[in-house]
C-alpha cells in the first residue's frame, strides 16, 4: 500500500527539522542540506502531483 505524497512530505520535513536542531559540526551541515535537497525536490513532485500537471519544465 502506497502513502500518499503529501504525508511523505511531512514525515521528510520533520527529518529536516530534526537535522536543524541537531549540535552543529561538519557532517550535521553535509547531513542538513542534504535533507534539505531531498525536501525541495520532494515538494516540487507533490506540488505537481497534487495540481495535476506534467512538465519536465524546470524548477524555478
Wanted: avoid cysteine; glycine fraction near 2%.
Amino acid at each position: 500500500m502506497s502513502r500518499v505524497q503529501p504525508d511523505i512530505f511531512k514525515k521528510v520535513v520533520s527529518r529536516l527539522e530534526e537535522a536543524i536542531r541537531q549540535e552543529k559540526n561538519d557532517f550535521i551541515r553535509d547531513s542538513v542540506i542534504q535533507r534539505f535537497e531531498f525536501s525541495i525536490e520532494l515538494a516540487w513532485k507533490t506540488a505537481k502531483k497534487s495540481m495535476g500537471v506534467t512538465t519536465a519544465a524546470p524548477k524555478m
